[in-house]
Structures are given as C-alpha cells and as structure tokens.
T-cell receptor, first 114, second 109 residues
Framework: EAGVAQSPRYKIIEKRQSVAFWCNPI?????LYWYQQILGQGPKLLIQ????????DSQLPKDRFSAERLKGVDSTLKIQPAKLEDSAVYLC????????????FGPGTRLTVL | RKEVEQDPGPFNVPEGATVAFNCTYS??????FFWYRQDCRKEPKLLMS???SGNEDGRFTAQLNRASQYISLLIRDSKLSDSATYLC??????????FGAGTRLFVKA
C-alpha cells in the first residue's frame, strides 16, 4: 500500500514570498490533516479535512495560510506571504476515520524562510 | 499551562535499562491517549494506544491515570534502536488532537 506522498521535500524561500505544499493521502482515506512542526516541538494541527469539508482550522493563521482539498483527495497548503517564524516541517497525515491512532504521516516538507 | 506537557528530556540510558516517561494533560474531557515515536528527521509513527486498564506491547507498557490526568510509557530492556523522540498525544472533543513536545531518548551501548 502506498503511503502519504508530499512534495516538495525541501523548500527555501525569502520572507514575504509565497509557497505551496502538496499532499496525496493514502487511497480511500477520508480524513486529511496538515501539521506544522517547529524544531524541538511537537506537531501542531493546522487544519483537518473530512473528505472535502473542513473539520477544524482553529489553529490555522488564516491571514497568511490557506488550504484546500477540492475533490476530497489530494490537498494543497499555501503560505502567502511567508514569515521567518514559518520555518518548520509541514507534515501531512491521513486516516480512514478521525482518530489519531489511525493517522499515517507523510515524510513532510521542510521549509526554510530566510 | 500547555494542554499536553511531557518530561523535557533528554534521557540518556545504557542498553538494557528501564526508562519511564510521563505526560500530563489539562483537559479533563480528554478521551483518547496515544504514544507516537519520531526518529530524527522522520515522520511520527504510532507506537501504541493507551487504555484505561493499561496495556503492554512487548517491552513497552502504557498506563493512564485519569484522576491525576497523566499517562506514562515504560520501556524495559532498552535497545539502541529505541533512541527516538516519544510524543504523547491526547484527543478530545470528538476530533481535536494535541501532540506534546516530545521526550528525547538516547540509548547507549
């Protein structure tokens, strides 16, 4: 079974630039999550989708971050404009249901903002 | 106060040692509890769920104390391959998932 795919794996940009990340979940998984993990911290949930609907985006900085999952399959996360403090690993995860015990994580995208 | 707090570590132990990590949570409505393992520069992976009655998986034992609002992870007979960061995860509200900052473990020969 193919795992969660993410691209790109690494991205370096300058502050105020825009960046987008892509995630393809495990086939058939209804729930998709985007997490931000800053060095030395645990993953912080940014947004959770159930199919193509948003379940929780309470911690998404909506002035600069946006995410979509239009067809209920793959998803994109965008940052516009980026700030230095956005430097982190952005992890995508998917699960058949909504419980964390069935969350499968992708390899992440490491973002560096200069 | 953070919603989920863990021993900061790092824990440096020799092979064969027994080591225990604790994790406290602030929301008494928390419903589900888990331990994840994260290797350096890798993604988190589920280690085990934590049940009210406690549960064991080989050398790993997880326990939950709802009255004191903490969970624990015990690793017996530590192996070099156990070196990783251990993340405590709490779920409440039907879907809200909170990760702790993690506890780093180094097992040395």
């Amino acid at each position: 079974e193919a795992g969660v795919a993410q691209s790109p794996r690494y991205k370096i940009i300058e502050k105020r630039q825009s960046v987008a990340f892509w995630c393809n979940p495990i086939s058939g998984h209804a729930t998709l999550y985007w997490y931000q993990q800053i060095l030395g911290q645990g993953p912080k949930l940014l947004i959770q989708f159930q199919n193509n609907g948003v379940v929780d985006d309470s911690q998404l900085p909506k002035d600069r971050f946006s995410a979509e999952r239009l067809k209920g399959v793959d998803s994109t996360l965008k940052i516009q404009p980026a700030k230095l403090e956005d430097s982190a690993v952005y992890l995508c995860a998917s699960s058949p249901g909504q419980g964390p015990d069935t969350q499968y994580f992708g390899p992440g995208t490491r973002l560096t903002v200069l | 106060r953070k919603e989920v707090e863990q021993d900061p570590g790092p824990f440096n132990v020799p092979e064969g040692a027994t080591v225990a990590f604790n994790c406290t949570y602030s929301n008494s409505a928390s419903q589900s509890f888990f331990w994840y393992r994260q290797d350096c520069r890798k993604e988190p992976k589920l280690l085990m769920s934590v049940y009210s009655s406690g549960n064991e998986d080989g050398r790993f034992t997880a326990q939950l104390n709802r009255a004191s609002q903490y969970i624990s992870l015990l690793i017996r007979d530590s192996k070099l391959s156990d070196s990783a960061t251990y993340l405590c995860v709490v779920r409440y509200g039907g879907f809200k998932t909170i990760f702790g900052a993690g506890t780093r473990l180094f097992v040395k020969a």
